[in-house]
């Protein structure tokens, strides 16, 4: 295996987590919410909250050090509409998944509050999770619009 191909799979495998993670966490996440259970919303995000610290956090600074290294050992330059249009993508992507993560952080605690006083959740954290979900759109459309210019590269 050359250098390049191990880069490569390093990258592609990056992309895979961003988007499985991401998948998996609005998944949980919303149907943690559905239950209406600050207890189990309180439990789902926690593991949320780590998943995106250990998972989406490792990817995410993954992705620019091996597509870099990519157009390195490619010669590829970085002028190329799609990696810029790639560039741009990510940095959206970026701008919407950095404030989830203290979104997530804080439904977290709410829940746990609620659940600790047993009482329901406060209307803060309805807010939030409306704000989390919107957020979700752009951001994951952004990283699956990455995606396909990584496979298409069509200009």
């Not at 998943?51 to 010669?75: E, K, N």
Request: charged share 10%; proline share 3%; net charge positive.
């Amino acid at each position: 295996m050359t250098l390049y191909f191990l880069v490569k799979y390093l990258h592609v495998l990056g992309a895979i987590v961003i988007l499985g993670t991401g998948t998996g966490i609005a998944f949980f996440m919303l149907m943690a919410h559905r239950t209406d259970n600050a207890d189990f919303i309180a439990r789902t995000a926690s593991v949320v909250v780590i998943a995106d610290a250990i998972f989406t956090l490792s990817a995410v600074i993954l992705q620019p050090v091996t597509g870099g290294l990519l157009m390195m050992l490619s010669a590829t330059s970085i002028a190329e509409r799609w990696i810029l249009a790639s560039l741009a993508l990510y940095a959206i992507a970026g701008l919407f998944w950095i404030p989830v993560v203290f979104m997530q952080i804080e439904m977290r605690d709410l829940a746990r509050k609620a659940a600790e006083q047993q009482a329901a959740l406060p209307e803060r954290y309805f807010v939030l999770f409306r704000r989390w979900f919107a957020f979700g759109f752009p951001g994951f459309g952004a990283t699956m619009a990455i995606l396909w210019l990584m496979i298409a590269k069509p200009f």
